[in-house]
């Protein structure tokens, strides 16, 4: 699965994130074909992984950081074993909100917190950093217009918040998410056969060499 690979890196953007699956560490060539499968309990974890990266995201509100940051500084403050200097630097350092804002992603937390309806062109933001975070590659025209739709009509029904989860979650629970996949997206050859697209080769070459996806 390709999501064992990913598995790290969604560890930095996550407290903690659990591994769904049981993957080898094993040497040499292994199909896991049939111990990659997705049951009851991988799906739980995947989904509370991707509830929790989601949840990074949007984060609270500006005012409930505003807030934290005000609860924060009056302990700090308070504080008599700390001079003033030490004071100002721990605050500095440490207020809730500079952790909080590294996870932040502007549009997902902007669009999240917004009161009405947001713009199209807000709508189109979300799902390209869906795509970034979960696919790493931009979405094409169809499927812009295809989650663009979904996120719109999954907000109208919960509000932009669950709007964003929706949308999230779903392009979080691809199989292109969880799987390598290698269907071969070149252009057909006279003889009715395909080779693998210059994306697929990348992918093929970089998880063959490192185990990882490639840089860009």
């Not at 302990?75 to 605050?91: N, T």
């Not at 189109?124 to 025209?141: D, M, S």
């Not at 919960?158 to 070149?186: C, D, F, H, K």
């Amino acid at each position: 699965a390709r999501y064992g690979s990913i598995h790290t890196q969604l560890g930095k953007h996550l407290n903690k994130a659990s591994q769904p699956f049981s993957i080898s560490d094993l040497p040499g060539i292994r199909d896991f074909a049939a111990t990659g499968r997705i049951d009851g309990p991988t799906l739980e974890l995947l989904l509370l992984n991707a509830d929790q990266l989601v949840q990074n995201q949007i984060g609270p509100t500006e005012d409930e950081l505003a807030a934290m940051d005000k609860d924060f500084i009056a302990q700090v403050m308070a504080d008599p074993q700390l001079s003033e200097k030490q004071k100002k630097g721990k605050i500095n350092r440490s207020k809730p909100s500079n952790k909080i804002r590294r996870w932040l992603h502007k549009d997902v937390h902007a669009f999240a917190h917004a009161e009405g309806t947001p713009p199209s062109s807000q709508m189109e933001a979300v799902v390209r950093t869906q795509f970034h975070i979960h696919l790493g590659r931009q979405p094409n025209g169809e499927e812009i217009n295809r989650y663009t739709k979904f996120l719109r009509e999954a907000r109208r029904k919960g509000g932009n918040l669950e709007g964003v989860r929706a949308v999230s979650t779903t392009i979080a629970l691809l199989p292109e998410t969880i799987y390598r996949m290698e269907l071969g997206l070149g252009k057909e050859r006279p003889d009715g056969r395909r080779g693998l697209s210059p994306r697929e080769l990348g992918y093929a070459i970089s998880y063959a060499l490192r185990d990882t996806g490639p840089d860009k």
